[in-house]
């Protein structure tokens, strides 16, 4: 028998993936994660709209009808949601660092909000966007 395995049974010693259900600030903190990882792509698309405006009003309206096609505003919808979680996220750490917040229903509270703030500024900010254009 395994020594990763109990002498009751088949079982493995510590709990895993399959075991856990998903809890709320366990999907947040996934999505900080990913985020995360979306925003470093999402910069090069910044450093790339920067570089076609030094390079020259051809080459930046180039880059700027691709950003304007229905493909480019969803990657761009996409990252500033990203922003914005990222930094809801960010904040809810804060928080903790403070020795703040570590009850099961303010994690439970903050995590919820997090998501629910992250998608309403998006809303927000893309709404004013859109209406202001």
């Given at each position: 028998m395994s020594e990763a395995r109990t002498a009751s049974g088949n079982r493995p010693l510590s709990p895993h993936l399959q075991i856990y259900r998903p809890l709320v600030n366990m999907t947040m903190s996934i999505l900080h994660r990913i985020t995360g990882a979306a925003l470093y792509f999402g910069s090069l698309l910044l450093a790339w709209w920067l570089i076609a405006?030094?390079?020259g009003p051809d080459y930046f309206n180039?880059?700027?009808a691709i950003f304007a096609s229905l493909p480019g505003k969803i990657v761009?919808?996409?990252f500033t949601w990203a922003l914005l979680h990222h930094m809801m996220?960010?904040?809810r750490h804060f928080i903790w660092d403070t020795g703040r917040g570590f009850d099961i229903p303010t994690v439970k509270m903050l995590s919820i909000m997090s998501g629910v703030v992250s998608v309403a500024a998006t809303?927000?900010?893309?709404?004013?966007v859109h209406?202001?254009?």
């Open positions: 405006a030094a390079v180039y880059v700027n761009l919808f996409g996220g960010g904040i809303l927000a900010i893309w709404g004013v209406f202001a254009g």
